[in-house]
């Protein structure tokens, strides 16, 4: 294999790798979220539901943007939102005066992302002329 084909297929391998951790990383963090910001439960599962709703709706709108604007650039905006997101999640709370607007907009941030890689990855990793899938 090619070293620029090796490159890109790291480079998917690690958008598989930050999708898993926008998908599971804020379910680890309900007890914190309640001890520390005193969120219920009820706006904490919101959190996931709006993370869900959102992927879905990039899923959605992303075919029409993603072959105007190009694969690359669509991947280097997911992988930034994504981290974005992860950033604001140690951040935006603290900023805000309501704890749960600072983590709603951090889960926002990143959803795009998740979404977007969701949309990607696969296709790329399916495109490159290489032996394993």
Do not use: W
Request: glycine share 10%.
């Amino acid at each position: 294999m090619k070293a620029d084909y090796r490159r890109t297929l790291i480079a998917c391998y690690t958008g598989y790798i930050v999708q898993a951790i926008v998908n599971n990383f804020i379910p680890l963090l309900f007890l914190t979220f309640q001890d520390t910001y005193g969120i219920s439960l009820g706006r904490i599962t919101a959190l996931i539901t709006a993370n869900f709703l959102i992927q879905l709706l990039i899923d959605l709108l992303s075919a029409g943007f993603i072959d105007r604007i190009g694969y690359r650039a669509s991947m280097l905006i997911a992988h930034g939102a994504a981290a974005a997101g992860l950033i604001g999640l140690t951040v935006l709370p603290e900023l805000t005066p309501d704890p749960f607007i600072g983590l709603a907009a951090s889960v926002m941030i990143y959803a795009i992302g998740g979404g977007l890689l969701e949309v990607l990855v696969s296709p790329i990793v399916e495109a490159l002329p290489t032996e394993n899938k």
